[in-house]
């Protein structure tokens, strides 16, 4: 619709272009505690150039460093810098560099230091005033959770989680969110002692990844998909999120924890959630939670887990031409360590859409190659009236989701061979992000930062499905402490023998992605 003009009045063109006009965040700040660790420098100070660089900041943006260095505030902007130069995403550009630099603060101190605190609270109050900030700030916890107590009361005692009038305050808490439900809903506690549930974001960085997103988008926008996504066609579903990289620097955090806690108590779990769930009545974070808070309670493990979750443990291998150490070889890992680099989990889902489908999630460090996949297998055909001959080479039907980094869909079927026999093989019809798309995908950090400051909770798992999460994972991590140690695999391998031989007694097998 159009004024007598023929220019649409503005309602109306905000109302039929909101969805596609960029998302920007109004006057605030971020305060980063932990700015010296490496998911900082890696990803969430090039994430915040990223989208300064886009245009999607607000010009008096402030950001706030907190640590234990002896820094002044050009420091610290050097800090950055440097990190935006080495991992952002988009050009480095002078221009929007200094102006995002003009806004950066630090505040050195530790976490039970009260006078950094108040020098936060009077940097931020400054901020306020000098870059129009409007009292609104973020506080990113990217600290091991033994800290969050300590930040979260810091940022209580010293007035900085009240928003003054008109303003907002937020926390956002990195994983790993405790290491059991026990500990996960001690947290909670902790910080609902301090913030209310809308004020507070937790990450789970595949829920900001453009692929995950995606699934919603091929579930609930077409109509080809759905009528199979269920135990009439579908067989099985695995969910693979493999690593090529090792535990590198990380010994602190991953010993004792290992991968079933560290990654499929949060991205596998919500990936399976979004493949398995039913449709939201709408996609705000409400109704969204609901659906997989559905799910995630549906979901059962199998009786003996003994037989259907396997864990492993990498030795020394070969990587890409290189030789590299076994985990207990690595630096600052106790040579006894049971921890699981490796784990793979049959569940199953006690509703009407998927009863008897399995779901098999496997993860792994040092494994044949960085891919990230859920791949959706389906049923054969119940009768074939090809000869056995002919279809030998043909496989099961399979929709994979290519979440990383070749990100896009595949769909795999059979076709006739050319020629004159009737010789079927499997063939696939591939979608790729790169080849339909001109612009690049945003960095998960850059969508949920900007989420974030724009209070959009949709990709922010809840309280709920991270202790329901927790809650299914504990009897897996309870019977691998009762019983022996975890299998060893050679590094640049698929994993441990065990692993294989899981799905084989149940008459599949892994797909070698
Ligand atoms: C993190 C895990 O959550 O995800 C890491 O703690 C893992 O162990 C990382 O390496 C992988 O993230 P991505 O985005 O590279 O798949």
Redesign the pocket.
Known sequence: MSGESGVPSVNLLRDAQDRRLPRIAGPSGLVIFGVTGDLSRKKLMPAVYDLANRGLLPPGFSLVGFARRDWEHEDFAQVVRDAVREHARTPFREEVWEQLAQGMRFVPGVFDDDEAFGTLKNTIEALDKERGTGGNFAFYLSVPPKFFPTVVQQLKKHGLSDAPEGSWRRAVVE?PFGHDLKSAQELNQVVYGVFRASQVFRID??LG?ETVQNILALRFANTMFEPLWNRSYVDHVQIT?A?D?GIGG?AGY?DGIGSAR??IQ??LLQLLALTAMEEPSSFDAKALVQEKLKVLNAVRLPDDLGLHTVRGQYTAGWQGGEKVPGYLDEEGINPQSKTDTYAAIKLEIDNRRWAGVPFYLRTG?RLGRRV?EIAVVFQRAPYSPFNATDTQELGQNALVIRV?PDEGVTIRFGSKVPGTSMEIRDVTMDFAYGESFTESSPE?YERLILDVLLGDANLFPRHQEVERSWEILDPVEEYWEAHGRPEPYVAGTWGPKAADEMLKRDGRSWRRP
Do not use: F, G, L
Request: cysteine-free; glycine content about 0%; charged content about 35%.
């Open positions: 994983k960085h595949y990844k999120m690593e990289i990380r991953y560290d990654v949060n991205h460090k990230t990383q998960a």
